[in-house]
């Protein structure tokens, strides 16, 4: 693992914050489920047989590691030492240096690796974890800068509601015999940025704060981004098994596949 530099902190948060208050329990609440293995299936066929693949945010290593399992190269950025530190437990059965992991925050091009890739992933709303459109659409010109020619980008983001105004909500995520989980959201219509707080409450423990923010973005500035940095949309969907569909109509996930010139 390599490590150049601290993420920079601005209104409170940082690259890494998001990483430092969910690692301890990312595992927990968002296991390996259907939609990851078909992620998985859907990637590892984009890169080829052996094709390198480096992930964006790759945490715990969700994905990661069972694409090293199935024999590809994979590099992982994320900015979160504790999430790397996660990966690295869960891929420790691959052996020393199966899974190549960088900390640093993606909007520093000079952490990105040289490749080439087959495949660069950003998976799991990834593009809107950066809240400035200016490093999300960089983003897109730092992967293609790491593709092989012809290789691809997965980008996988939910499709947000259109704003009426400034949106502040309070839900339950879970209740037990021993504890609460509640999610705080506030959303700026202004810029489309949502601050919000998983609020963790068990019995006889202090209470603990989960903080995260990401910028609602839309499907047109991810295609557009896209052409910018010489990408060719080839296929979008509302699931990783899901056929392709120009647009999914209603669905409030996309997956969209890039391709580079």
Do not use: K
């Not at 920079?8 to 208050?21: K, L, Q, R, S």
């Not at 495949?119 to 992967?143: G, I, R, Y």
């Not at 999610?183 to 707080?197: C, K, M």
């Not at 910018?228 to 409030?252: I, K, L, M, N």
């Amino acid at each position: 693992m390599t490590h150049r530099g601290d993420p920079p902190i601005g209104e409170g948060f940082a690259a890494d914050t998001y990483g430092h208050g969910f690692a301890d329990v990312y595992d927990e609440w968002y296991p390996a489920d259907a939609a990851a293995l078909d992620a998985v299936e859907r990637i590892a066929e984009l890169a080829g047989p052996g094709g390198a693949i480096l992930e964006l945010g790759v945490g715990t290593g969700r994905l990661a590691v069972p694409l090293a399992e199935r024999g590809h190269r994979v590099v992982g950025i994320d900015s979160s030492i504790d999430m790397l530190d996660r990966l690295a437990g869960n891929a420790v059965h691959l052996g020393p240096g199966a899974i190549e992991t960088i900390a640093g925050d993606l909007a520093d091009a000079a952490i990105w690796p040289a490749g080439p890739f087959a495949v660069v992933v950003a998976a799991f709303n990834l593009v809107c974890n950066l809240t400035d459109p200016e490093q999300q659409a960089s983003l897109f010109a730092a992967a293609g800068a790491a593709l092989a020619p012809g290789g691809h980008m997965v980008v996988e983001t939910f499709v947000p509601a259109p704003l009426e105004g400034r949106e502040r909500r309070l839900e339950v995520r879970e209740v037990t015999a021993t504890g609460v989980v509640l999610i705080a959201s506030d959303t700026d219509p202004t810029g489309g940025i949502v601050t919000g707080q998983h609020i963790e409450l068990r019995d006889g423990e202090p209470v603990r704060l989960r903080p995260w923010r990401l910028r609602l973005t839309t499907p047109n500035e991810l295609d557009r981004w896209a052409t910018d940095a010489g990408f060719e949309r080839v296929a979008t969907s509302a699931g990783w098994a899901d056929p392709p569909h120009a647009d999914p109509p209603g669905s409030t996930t996309r997956i969209g596949v890039y391709r580079r010139a």
